[in-house]
T-cell receptor, first 111, second 116 residues
Framework: GESVGLHLPTLSVQEGDNSIINCAYS??????FIWYKQESGKGPQFIID?????DKRQGQRVTVLLNKTVKHLSLQIAATQPGDSAVYFC??????????FGQGTTLQVKP | DTGVSQDPRHKITKRGQNVTFRCDPI?????LYWYRQTLGQGPEFLTY????????KSRLLSNRFSAERPKGSFSTLEIQRTEQGDSAMYLC??????????????FGPGTRLTVL
């Protein structure tokens, strides 16, 4: 599968491979983190979230990892499908306040 | 459909005109947020409400922008004397149903504003 340690604006993977999208967040006081998927012309769609008292959370085909020491978040997508092609954003927040979005990563899935 | 809805989906206006957008949140959500997104960038926070109270406004929200949520349900965002730099996607999100997902913000489809 494709794995990157640093944030890249674009990630291209083969269908069926695993994808890893990285994000650095800014505020060490942030206690809640969300990954969103955004398709062209649409609003961001919730994928998975994690609170600061956890370091890993799994969903269906997706896993989020949180490393508070280096303020790093990653999204792992298993068996990437063409329908996963989109821009992915991480977001951080404190409590119920505003979201601060990271740089997006465009995921391209090659058939 | 019980998600966040926004109206209109697209708005084209001439510079100097006023525009108003509407957002209807998920019905049981008490918090409502407005964001702005320009091409190639992530959404940027503008303002948010808890029930009818506007709790925070970004410095991005100039005095030409005003938002209301008069009854704690739907919200409107008005831009007066639009400028070309206002062209963007305006996104609304809501949260606060209670339980484990109370902090999760769910987004609407956005209103695409083009100022000519």
């Amino acid at each position: 599968g494709e794995s990157v340690g640093l944030h890249l604006p674009t990630l291209s993977v083969q269908e069926g491979d695993n994808s890893i999208i990285n994000c650095a967040y800014s505020n060490s006081a942030s206690d809640y983190f969300i990954w969103y998927k955004q398709e062209s012309g649409k609003g961001p769609q919730f994928i998975i979230d994690i609170r600061s008292n956890m370091d890993k959370r799994q969903g269906q085909r997706v896993t989020v990892l949180l490393n508070k020491t280096v303020k790093h978040l990653s999204l792992q997508i298993a068996a990437t499908q063409p329908g996963d092609s989109a821009v992915y954003f991480c977001a951080e927040t404190i409590g119920q306040g505003k979201l601060i979005f990271g740089q997006g990563t465009t995921l391209q899935v090659k058939p | 459909d019980t998600g966040v809805s926004q109206d209109p989906r697209h708005k084209i206006t001439k510079r100097g005109q006023n525009v108003t957008f509407r957002c209807d949140p998920i019905s049981e959500h008490n918090r409502l947020y407005w964001y702005r997104q320009t091409l190639g960038q992530g959404p940027e926070f503008l303002t948010y409400f808890q029930n009818e109270a506007q709790l925070e406004k970004s410095r991005l929200l100039s005095n030409r922008f005003s938002a209301e949520r008069p009854k704690g349900s739907f919200s409107t965002l008005e831009i007066q004397r639009t400028e070309q730099g206002d062209s963007a996607m305006y996104l609304c999100a809501s949260s606060g149903a209670g339980g484990a997902s109370t902090d999760t913000q769910y987004f609407g489809p956005g209103t695409r504003l083009t100022v000519l």
